[in-house]
Structures are given as C-alpha cells and as structure tokens.
C-alpha cells in the first residue's frame, strides 16, 4: 500500500511539474512577443534565454546568440553558440561564429566561418571579409584569390561602409575592393611597389571622391617613399 502511495504521488509530481513547465513556456513564449512588439531587444533576450532552458532547441540557441550579436555582445554571441565549426550548423549559426568572431579580433577563426558562408552562397560581398581577413593575416594568394572575385562580381548597387572618420560613410563595393587590391600590391613589395599602389588608389578615388580611407592610406605609402628616399640619398660612410 505504500508503495503504491509513493508511486501515485511521484506520478502526480511528475504531472504537476509538466503542467507547471506548460504553463511557464506559454507565459515566456507571450512575454517574448510582447518584447517583439515593444521593440525590446533585452527583453527579448531574457524571454528567449527563459525558453531555452525550459524548452532547449538549436534553432532557440542559434537565435539567441543572433540576437546578442546583433546588439554588438559579441562575446555572449560566442559563449551561447560556441565556436567549433559543426557540419549541422545553420545559416544562422556560421553567420554569427563568423561575424563574433571577427569583431572579437580572432581573424583566423573568423577565415574558417566566412569561407562555409560563401561555399553555401557566394557572393561579393562575403568575398570581401574574406579578401580583408586574409589581408590581416598576411595570406597575400588568399586574398587577391576573393579581391579578383569581388572585382568581377560586384553590382552597382552593392555598398560597403567605412567607420574611420566621426560620421559612417558608403563607397561602391567595387571602390572598395580596388582599395584592398591597393594594399595587396603593396604587401607583395612594400619597398618597390609603392607607386604601384597609388596608382590604383588614384584611380578608386576617381569613382569614389568621398573614399576617405584611400586619402589616408595615399598619404602614408608616399610618406614612407619620402622616408626611404631621404634615406638612399644619405652619403654612405
């Protein structure tokens, strides 16, 4: 008789903690969408985190850790969806290693996430994180690989922005790839290839006037030409 007593109040447990956990999903899958309406980022996070530990699913970790992402928490982004590259991962969830990743100053990591996005779906604009990120770490063949890409497959409308100067601005893609093209040229020799490289930079500046970082980065490589050139003209002893 205990037993049984012990077994119809552990199934009665188990009923009501099913019913309590039904219920509670409900009220976070309501309070998720009623942040969704207010335009309550945190709110939504909490309500996706509250759900996810009730109810756990991939497709709930993937979005929590977009949304993170997306307010520029780059690191809750990683800690939430991890950074091992696995052969089920979502769209969604490359894009968020990929993207962390990079802003988190780990281009080598972030090189392996961008070249599954753009072996899913390639376009230009992939290509130039890839075409930058390999830049960064030096892998010269890698980069001008994605820049000749880039070049050949960028629309008109298509625009990156840039955030050197106090106010964003926007330059035509390809504008933007020429610049990277600049810099690779200049990688390959940085002694003899300066002039090489203004060349080009000239020549984007002709499409793109308002192209601030090229001014910038015309203005150092002649520098550093003057640097070397006092140098050269200095009587040897």
Same mark, same amino acid.
């Given at each position: 008789?205990k ?13 009501? %903690? &099913?019913?309590?956990?039904? !219920? $509670?999903?409900?009220h976070?899958?309501?309070?998720? @969408?009623?942040?969704? +309406?207010?335009?309550?980022?945190q ?15 991939q ?5 929590l ?12 982004a990683l ?14 969830a ?8 990079k ?9 392996e ?9 390639? %376009? &230009?604009?992939i290509?130039? !994180? $890839?075409?930058e ?5 030096? @892998?010269?063949?890698? +980069? ?13 409308d ?17 504008a933007?790839?020429?610049?990277l ?7 390959k020799d ?13 020549e984007?500046l002709?499409?793109?006037?308002n ?18 050139? &006092? ?7």
């Open positions: 008789m037993r049984l007593l012990g077994l119809i109040l552990l199934v009665s447990s188990f009923m009501l %903690n &099913a019913q309590s956990n039904s !219920e $509670l999903i409900k976070y899958e309501a309070y998720y @969408k009623q942040m969704k +309406a207010q335009g309550d980022v709110g939504i996070i909490n309500g996706m985190t509250h759900l996810n530990l009730l109810a756990p699913s497709a709930r970790i993937d979005t850790a977009y949304l993170y992402m997306s307010e520029g928490k780059y690191m809750q800690n939430t969806i991890g950074i091992k590259k696995n052969a089920t991962d979502s769209d969604i490359i894009e968020v290693k990929a993207l962390s990743l802003s988190v100053k780990q281009p080598e990591l972030a090189i996430f961008f070249e599954e996005m753009f072996k899913r779906q390639p %376009n &230009a604009l290509a130039y !994180e $890839l075409a990120l390999n830049l960064q770490t030096q @892998k010269i063949a890698e +980069a001008e690989k994605h820049i000749t890409y880039g070049l050949a497959n960028s629309k008109d298509m625009k990156k922005a840039f955030y050197e100067q106090q106010t964003p601005y926007e330059v035509s893609l390809k933007a790839f020429m610049y093209n600049a810099l690779v040229i200049y990688n940085t002694k003899t290839n300066i002039d090489a490289a203004v060349d080009v930079l000239d984007t002709k499409i793109a006037p192209f601030n970082l090229i001014q910038i980065t015309k203005n150092e490589l002649l520098r550093q030409k003057q640097v070397m050139q &006092a140098q050269a003209a200095q009587p040897k002893k």
